[in-house]
């Protein structure tokens, strides 16, 4: 796959793009275009559009969840969210082809007030059901940090290709609306910060989980 920027490299064109955490085929890194510092991807290292088939197995949820303690002690509150595209050159990838769960220090209730202004249908639903309702759909999903937990998503099954609708809705709970779209506006500073944070919480002799 070598048009793909995560299965090519070709994202690394920067120390912050590398991940700051990697294991059991799953990666960590900062996300570019962070309106918010501490906003992460966790990218498994098989090529696929979206992560759904990932939500049943306790890999990744460790995984995610190991990511998520992180997250949570050095910035606070945060969401899980996904853009979930069905193939390569789809709108709601957001232009990157291999999927990438967003974990992002926010206010819940705030974020998902915001969700709700927009008038979609969402289903919750335990991620080990997941796959089977989103079928070969595109979707959006998203949880609370408690909620993932308890292996509860909400999911948004979309009926045509949507971009970047969780960035605008984290750009307008964070006063910012304009500069939801990370191809124009990257946030490089957040970017690094992150990735030194939680470079050196992960690299230290203390416990994440």
Excluded at 16 to 38: H, M, R, T, V, W
Excluded at 112 to 126: D, H, N, S, T
Aim: hydrophobic share 40%; glycine share 6%.
């Amino acid at each position: 796959m070598d048009k793909c920027v995560f299965c090519s490299g070709s994202h690394i064109a920067n120390e912050y793009d590398e991940p700051f955490y990697a294991q059991c085929g799953y990666k960590a890194l900062p996300s570019i275009g962070a309106i918010n510092e501490g906003w992460i991807l966790i990218v498994p290292d098989e090529h696929c559009a979206s992560s759904k088939k990932y939500f049943a197995l306790s890999s990744y949820l460790d995984f995610v969840r190991t990511v998520k303690v992180a997250v949570l002690k050095e910035y606070g509150e945060c969401v899980v969210f996904e853009h979930g595209p069905k193939s390569a050159g789809s709108l709601t990838g957001c232009g990157v082809d291999h999927a990438h769960l967003h974990i992002v220090p926010v206010n819940f209730q705030d974020f998902e007030g915001a969700v709700g202004k927009a008038g979609k249908e969402w289903k919750k639903i335990r991620l080990d059901d997941a796959e089977a309702y989103i079928n070969e759909n595109e979707y959006l999903m998203y949880s609370s940090s408690a909620d993932w937990d308890r292996g509860l998503v909400n999911i948004h099954v979309l009926l045509e290709s949507e971009s970047q609708f969780f960035r605008r809705v984290v750009a307008d709970i964070s006063g910012a609306s304009e500069f939801y779209d990370y191809k124009k506006y990257k946030f490089i500073d957040n970017a690094i910060n992150t990735k030194l944070r939680l470079h050196k919480l992960f690299h230290s002799c203390c416990e994440v989980a």
